[in-house]
């Protein structure tokens, strides 16, 4: 149930009107889903999809990937899992008016997070962040 819950919180902070670094994802919500095993990660997806602000995303993997639609954009979130449980997580920020205000607000966020290791992708519609925990 916390996980679902989580889920939930998580719907709002990606759900939001345009980009900005206070409705990103935080630091409690990205250890919350280190956290997640596979089938509960793909169990809470499907719930979460009865929404009309997120659906799946077609992979050639058995883990669902979350899309997350506002209003500049989409986001889509996926696992990646080794033995079970999260090796890995990749945001793709996809947006309909890029600029490079957009990767500025990313990664001053994502540089705050302590303890986590971070890549970063760009092209001229989107940003991939790549995030493990650091050893």
């Known amino acids: ?9 998580i719907s709002l ?3 939001t009107q345009a980009l900005d670094s ?3 994802i935080n630091l409690n919500d990205l250890n919350i889903l280190f956290e997640f095993k596979k089938n509960d990660w793909n169990e809470n997806v499907l ?7 997120f659906s799946t995303v077609d992979n ?4 669902f990937y979350l899309k997350s639609i506002f209003n500049d954009g989409q986001i889509i979130t996926m696992p990646i899992f080794s033995n079970n449980s999260v ?9 309909f008016d890029y600029n490079k205000e957009n990767f500025k607000i990313i990664n001053d966020h994502f ?13 001229d519609k989107s940003i ?5 925990k650091c050893n």
Request: with cysteine; aromatic share 18%; net charge positive.
């Open 47 to 53: 719930f979460l999809i009865k929404k009309n602000s």
């Open 22 to 24: 206070n409705k990103l």
């Open 128 to 132: 991939k962040v790549d995030i493990s």
């Open 1 to 9: 149930m916390k996980k679902l819950l989580f889920l939930c919180l």
């Open 111 to 123: 540089k705050t997070f302590k303890n986590f290791c971070f890549k970063y992708f760009q092209n």
């Open 87 to 95: 090796e890995k997580i990749k945001f793709e920020y996809i947006f």
């Open 13 to 15: 902070s990606l759900n």
């Open 60 to 63: 050639d993997s058995d883990t």
